[in-house]
């Protein structure tokens, strides 16, 4: 069984900072690729950005105020959000591509989401 679990989530102001962080474990052979996606009320969930062992991906909103990064060697994801705006709140879940083992096809798992709200 693997589970992926969030944290850091909460309440900020508009222009204030935030990390988020997403840890997998359980029976683990290899993790592959990590992503943050959000999903706001009435629409429909949306990634925010990627990272692999040797890249990173973000999309257009989010560029310049948002880093993703993965601790070496750890099944650990984060995400330091800065400058937020009302517009980021969302709920925001971690998604891992995990092979359980060496022989077995690798699986998508998500967690179960952190609630990030961006208001005065």
């Known amino acids: 069984q693997v589970q992926l679990v969030e944290s850091g989530g909460g309440l900020v102001q508009p222009g204030g900072s935030l990390t988020l962080s997403c840890t997998a474990s359980g029976t683990i052979w290899s993790v592959g690729p990590m992503a943050w996606y959000r999903q706001s009320p009435g629409r429909q969930r949306g990634l925010v950005a990627t990272?692999?062992?040797?890249?990173?991906n973000y999309t257009d909103p989010v560029k310049g105020r948002f880093t993703i990064f993965r601790e070496h060697g750890e099944n650990t994801m984060y995400l330091q959000m800065n400058d937020l705006r009302p517009d980021a709140t969302a709920v925001y879940y971690c998604?891992?591509?995990?092979?359980?083992?060496?022989?077995?096809?690798?699986?998508?798992?998500w967690g179960q989401g952190t609630q990030v709200t961006v208001s005065t």
């Open positions: 998604h891992a591509v995990i092979w359980r083992g060496e022989r077995l096809p690798p699986a998508h798992d």
């Open positions: 990272v692999g062992h040797k890249f990173t």
